[in-house]
């Protein structure tokens, strides 16, 4: 076994390690959709590499990521500098599931000189990655207004204010280990109240977050769920329907999008609380 063949194959074995450990995708089982990189070391300094996909263990069946679409290969070939490592990213695209494939990596001398090659197998799966949301807990679907001093209520006759309810709502990720994202949108049925906020975005282990300039939220990937608190204006006399969408998921590192878009809106009712014109006496 030549040198470059000895130093490689460990870095690969460890790659096909852990795959049973989360439920994520990984470079040797990537979900379709997710970018993973691939890479080779201790690789002779000089040497030319090429990365390229074959359908067969043997070498046979060179695929062409143009024509199956099912795969890209980023900045496929190179030539190995100091450090001795060649990698590249790839995309893992919709279809992929349906096939076994092996990954190479061919190594060649300068000036034509002779080559060596390694291969890893690839087993791509459907996408799992979801992020949904839900109420708390997942049946508590209706509510009565809050009138409590705490959320801004005020009975006193001369200074009345119905104040507001506060609801919380959980955004949960299903498979995955990474840093996860996604844009909250809330909104209200009669639209006539524009009293309605996100008061706050809590992870325990993410603290509170904040938002970027597109309204994105990033959780730290040791979170699987955040608390999504948000307060709406109390509106006497109306029945108030709060939803709660969540938009474009993502998980880092793999850029994996969300996988099930039929769980990213949660509902919830407030009922109606009557109208009380005023109390005067006589």
């Given at each position: 076994?030549?040198?470059?063949?000895?130093?490689?194959i460990?870095?690969?074995?460890?790659?096909?390690?852990?795959?049973?450990?989360?439920?994520?995708?990984t470079?040797?089982?990537p979900?379709?959709?997710?970018?993973?990189t691939?890479?080779?070391?201790g690789?002779?300094?000089?040497?030319?590499?090429?990365?390229?996909?074959?359908?067969?263990?043997d070498g046979?069946?060179?695929?062409?990521?143009?024509?199956?679409g099912?795969?890209?290969?980023?900045n496929?070939?190179?030539?190995?500098?100091?450090?001795g490592l060649?990698?590249?990213?790839?995309?893992?695209?919709?279809?992929a599931?349906?096939?076994?494939?092996?990954?190479?990596?061919?190594?060649?001398?300068?000036?034509?000189?002779?080559?060596?090659?390694?291969?890893?197998?690839?087993?791509?799966?459907i996408?799992?990655?979801d992020?949904?949301?839900?109420?708390?807990?997942v049946?508590?679907?209706?509510?009565c207004?809050?009138?409590?001093?705490?959320d801004?209520?005020?009975?006193?006759?001369?200074?009345?204010?119905?104040?507001?309810?506060?609801?919380?709502?959980?955004?949960?990720?299903i498979?995955?280990?990474?840093?996860?994202?996604?844009?909250?949108?809330?909104?209200?049925?009669?639209?006539?109240n524009?009293?309605?906020?996100?008061?706050?975005i809590?992870?325990?282990?993410s603290?509170?977050?904040?938002?970027?300039?597109n309204?994105l939220?990033?959780?730290?990937?040791?979170?699987?769920?955040?608390?999504?608190?948000?307060?709406v204006?109390?509106?006497?006399g109306?029945?108030?329907?709060v939803k709660?969408?969540?938009?474009?998921q993502i998980?880092?590192?793999?850029?994996l999008?969300?996988?099930?878009?039929?769980?990213d809106t949660?509902?919830h009712?407030?009922e109606?609380?009557?109208?009380?014109?005023?109390?005067?006496?006589?």
């Amino acid at each position: 076994m030549t040198q470059f063949e000895h130093i490689i194959i460990p870095v690969l074995l460890l790659l096909a390690l852990g795959q049973a450990a989360n439920a994520q995708s990984t470079a040797r089982q990537p979900y379709e959709g997710a970018l993973h990189t691939y890479t080779c070391n201790g690789i002779s300094v000089g040497a030319g590499y090429d990365f390229y996909i074959t359908a067969n263990a043997d070498g046979s069946g060179r695929l062409d990521d143009g024509l199956t679409g099912e795969f890209d290969i980023i900045n496929a070939k190179g030539i190995v500098v100091d450090d001795g490592l060649a990698s590249t990213p790839i995309q893992w695209n919709t279809g992929a599931s349906a096939h076994q494939y092996y990954v190479w990596l061919e190594a060649t001398a300068p000036q034509g000189g002779c080559s060596n090659r390694i291969n890893i197998q690839i087993s791509p799966q459907i996408n799992r990655f979801d992020l949904l949301s839900e109420n708390i807990p997942v049946d508590n679907t209706t509510s009565c207004p809050a009138v409590a001093s705490t959320d801004g209520f005020n009975p006193l006759a001369s200074a009345y204010d119905a104040g507001s309810t506060t609801l919380k709502f959980i955004v949960r990720r299903i498979n995955g280990t990474y840093n996860w994202s996604f844009v909250p949108v809330l909104s209200v049925d009669p639209s006539l109240n524009t009293g309605v906020s996100i008061v706050s975005i809590v992870g325990v282990n993410s603290g509170r977050l904040v938002a970027d300039a597109n309204s994105l939220y990033t959780v730290n990937g040791t979170d699987k769920e955040v608390t999504v608190t948000v307060a709406v204006k109390n509106v006497p006399g109306a029945m108030q329907d709060v939803k709660l969408l969540i938009k474009n998921q993502i998980e880092s590192n793999t850029n994996l999008p969300d996988s099930n878009s039929a769980n990213d809106t949660v509902n919830h009712r407030i009922e109606v609380m009557p109208i009380i014109e005023g109390l005067n006496g006589v």
